[in-house]
Nanobody, 119 residues
Framework: QVQLVESGGGLVQAGGSLRLSCAASGRTFSINAMGWYRQAPGKEREFVAN????????YYADSVKGRFTISRDNIKNTVYLQMNSLKPEDTAVYYCGGGPKLGYEYDYWGQGTQVTVSS
């Protein structure tokens, strides 16, 4: 099993920044891709960004390109999401996920962290 624990959410004004962290523990060798999804009230969960654990390949949703950056620290088994120029529409619960490969469904999910952007 793998445990994923997110942190770093909070309340920020529009235009501000936050950095989310997701720490993985347990059988982390089974994870080769990690990423972030988000879910706003009344909406479906949507893809934000993901990263290949070994090669550093990254993908972003169009809505966050140029504003968000995903990165990972292999030693700490942690993935980060740096969020800049935040907008009220970025308000959501952000979930970290992990899986065997980019493009595959995630096998593991964190509990989520709330991000609220005020206008």
């Amino acid at each position: 099993q793998v445990q994923l624990v997110e942190s770093g959410g909070g309340l920020v004004q529009a235009g501000g920044s936050l950095r989310l962290s997701c720490a993985a523990s347990g059988r982390t060798f089974s994870i080769n891709a990690m990423g972030w999804y988000r879910q706003a009230p009344g909406k479906e969960r949507e893809f934000v960004a993901n990263i290949d654990w070994n090669g550093g390949i990254r993908y972003y949703a169009d809505s966050v390109k140029g504003r968000f950056t995903i990165s990972r620290d292999n030693i700490k088994n942690t993935v980060y999401l740096q969020m800049n120029s935040l907008k009220p529409e970025d308000t959501a619960v952000y979930y970290c996920g992990g899986g065997p490969k980019l493009g595959y469904e995630y096998d593991y999910w964190g509990q989520g962290t709330q991000v609220t952007v005020s206008s």
